[in-house]
T-cell receptor
Framework: AQSVTQPDIHITVSEGASLELRCNYSYGATPYLFWYVQSPGQGLQLLLKYFSGDTLVQGIKGFEAEFKRSQSSFNLRKPSVHWSDAAEYFCAARASKLTFGTGTRLQVTL | DSGVTQTPKHLITATGQRVTLRCSPRSGDLSVYWYQQSLDQGLQFLIQYYNGEERAKGNILERFSAQQFPDLHSELNLSSLELGDSALYFC??????????????FGQGTRLTVV
């Protein structure tokens, strides 16, 4: 069955530190891949997307993600985290329908 | 602002009741998707409509139904409500149907509380 896995439920990083959120997918062929962010009480905002081409994609708010076909991964990264990045992050994949991972809650300490 | 509008933002109702959630997609978007977000189930895809017709179905209960109207707005109807239906319900829209390289834009959600 098609699935998206985010192995980390909760991550805490210090402000200014680097961040990597993991995402793995299980699909027959490479799906379209997305990262969304959800702030408390808010909807989901698209950070970035991968359809094809360059495997390193740039998104909004200084985020980037790297697609690795050999590892079926699409990890989200940010070189220096800001306190305002504290939120829940969802990886999603779409072949026939958009499927979300369970999310990773990011806490940022000052 | 994603351009997707959901009303109401909050809804409190009693068990056994019926409610209707409304979604207006972004201008020009033909596809509307409904998702349920709860603490124990995460983000679950419920149903998708494309240009007025049902396109895909996910984990939607028989007590739930949806439709998309000619003006492309959509309604999600939840009936015989149970405590476990308490959740955040999101609507999303995209230009085209699934399988094509376009992203979905999400509304702010409707928080349903069943008491």
């Amino acid at each position: 069955a098609q699935s998206v896995t985010q192995p980390d439920i909760h991550i805490t990083v210090s402000e200014g530190a680097s961040l990597e959120l993991r995402c793995n997918y299980s699909y027959g062929a490479t799906p379209y891949l997305f990262w969304y962010v959800q702030s408390p009480g808010q909807g989901l905002q698209l950070l970035l997307k991968y359809f094809s081409g360059d495997t390193l994609v740039q998104g909004i708010k200084g985020f980037e993600a790297e697609f690795k076909r050999s590892q079926s991964s699409f990890n989200l990264r940010k070189p220096s985290v800001h306190w305002s990045d504290a939120a829940e992050y969802f990886c999603a994949a779409r072949a026939s329908k958009l499927t979300f991972g369970t999310g990773t809650r990011l806490q940022v300490t000052l | 602002d994603s351009g997707v509008t959901q009303t109401p933002k909050h809804l409190i109702t009693a068990t056994g009741q019926r409610v209707t959630l409304r979604c207006s997609p972004r201008s020009g978007d033909l596809s509307v998707y409904w998702y349920q977000q709860s603490l124990d189930q995460g983000l679950q895809f419920l149903i998708q409509y494309y240009n007025g017709e049902e396109r895909a179905k996910g984990n939607i209960l028989e007590r739930f139904s949806a439709q998309q109207f000619p003006d492309l707005h959509s309604e999600l109807n939840l009936s015989s409500l149970e405590l476990g239906d308490s959740a955040l319900y999101f609507c999303a829209s995209s230009v085209v149907a699934e399988g094509m390289n376009t992203e979905a834009f999400f509304g702010q959600g409707t928080r349903l509380t069943v008491v």
